[in-house]
């Protein structure tokens, strides 16, 4: 049983720093990419970020580039997405996901394999 479960989002000043985790856990990943996602409500889910398993390449969406880092530390299994310069647009509930392949990462419906999600939240 595949598991994806995110940690680390709350509440945070604009300007401010959060670290997402996303632990995973089950059968092995070794072709697949990991993404994150964000969803506002009453918004599409939108992407953010994408990583293949060995950390070797990573894929941003021009929102978020500069200003969000996507990482992996391969011996715990373990999927980040480092949030710096933090704007109230940025709130939104965070999922981690994973997919097969490195083709299409940025559309939502190619990821097999979901987090519950946790949510940030950005004060002015």
């Known amino acids: 049983q595949v598991q994806l479960v995110e940690s680390g989002g709350g509440l945070v000043q604009a300007g401010g720093s959060l670290r997402l985790s996303c632990a995973a856990s089950g059968p092995t990943f070794s072709t697949y990419y990991m993404g994150w996602f964000r969803q506002a409500p009453g918004k599409e889910r939108e992407f953010l970020a994408a990583?293949?398993?060995?950390?070797?390449?990573?894929y941003y969406a021009d929102s978020v580039k500069g200003r969000f880092t996507i990482s992996k530390d391969n011996a715990k299994s373990t999927v980040f997405l480092q949030m710096n310069s933090l704007k109230p647009e940025d709130a939104a509930v965070y999922y981690c996901?994973?997919?097969?392949?490195?083709?299409?990462?940025?559309?939502?419906?190619?990821?097999?394999?979901w987090g519950q999600g946790t949510q940030v939240t950005v004060s002015s």
């Open positions: 990583i293949s398993w060995s950390g070797g390449s990573t």
């Open positions: 996901a994973a997919k097969f392949g490195p083709s299409r990462l940025s559309v939502t419906t190619q990821y097999v394999y």
